[in-house]
């Protein structure tokens, strides 16, 4: 009897599994269920060509990503950590127990450059909302005692940060004029809005402040008549309000007046001490 030869054996062996392992993967993608196609309601985009375009960016390269869409979610993965972005027919959201910073700034770039922006574009308004400089609609960030909270609006684009006038000490300024920002002891105060409102004789000044986590500084609000002359002014100081976890401070502060001094409020001014 001839002596068999045991590497033919091995080697017929390893491409019977080999055949086999192939025919298994075969059946197994044909029966898995393919991957739904999600619309936006009222666009051109889907929860398919957003994470599409997420996985082109250099962070998804880098950061070995890789994403799937069910119904109603992208599953991003980058190394391992998996980030569920929901969505609810408007927004897509994401909670979770870490930082998620940098996925869900490439992946509202992506959002936005599907909207028609270049690309990363966005960025750079990105870094200037996680970092507190202002307030977005349509974008929200909240840490809860590190519990993490993502929103994007995703029907129509966002606005994006335009560099704009800043000013670092007190000055004078029309009741219209609020298109600038204001720097002063390490703070930034931006979105700022003015209303002088006749139904009750008040002035009313809403804005945001970011730059530091602690906003233990006081915040003064100065009126003016046409020529300068100081009328009226008010100081608040901003630990009296909650950021509720936002990367800035939303505040608002109201000046009440007599009818006269009312009508005679044509400027006005801000500091903070």
Same mark, same amino acid.
């Given at each position: ?66 994403? !799937? *869409?069910?119904?109603? @979610? +992208? #599953? ?7 980030? &569920? $972005?929901?969505? /609810?027919? =408007? ?110 004789? !008040? *002035?009313?000044?809403? @804005? +945001? #402040? ?7 500084? &006081? $915040?003064?609000? /100065?009126? =003016? ?49």
């Amino acid at each position: 009897m001839k002596k068999v030869n045991i590497n033919i054996i091995m080697i017929v062996v390893i491409l019977v599994i080999l055949i086999a392992t192939i025919i298994f993967l075969i059946i197994y993608r044909n029966n898995k269920e393919p991957e739904p196609l999600v619309g936006v309601p009222d666009t051109a985009l889907t929860l398919n060509s957003i994470r599409d375009k997420f996985l082109t960016s250099d962070y998804a390269s880098t950061n070995n990503c890789r994403g !799937s *869409v069910t119904t109603d @979610a +992208i #599953i991003i993965t980058c190394h391992n950590q998996e980030y &569920n $972005f929901v969505f /609810n027919g =408007y927004e897509l959201v994401l909670e979770s127990a870490t930082n998620s910073n940098d996925v869900f700034k490439y992946l509202v770039n992506a959002i936005e450059e599907l909207h028609g922006y270049e690309e990363n574009e966005y960025l750079a308004t990105m870094d200037k909302f996680l970092a507190g400089g202002f307030a977005i609609t349509g974008l929200s960030y909240r840490n809860d005692s590190n519990n993490y909270r993502y929103s994007v609006y995703i029907l129509e684009p966002l606005d994006k940060y335009l560099d704009k006038e800043s000013i670092n000490n007190e000055t004078i300024k029309d009741l219209t004029a609020t298109d600038y920002q204001f720097s002063s002891l390490g703070y930034t105060i931006n979105n700022i809005e003015i209303v002088k409102d006749d139904f009750i004789n !008040s *002035v009313i000044l809403t @804005a +945001i #402040i970011g730059g530091n986590d602690d906003y233990n500084v &006081n $915040f003064t609000l /100065n009126l =003016y008549d046409s020529s300068n002359n100081l009328l009226t002014s008010r100081t608040i100081n901003l630990n009296e309000y909650n950021d509720y976890g936002n990367p800035y401070l939303g505040f608002d502060i109201m000046i009440e007046l007599d009818e006269e001094t009312f009508n005679a409020v044509a400027k006005y001014s801000i500091r903070l001490s």
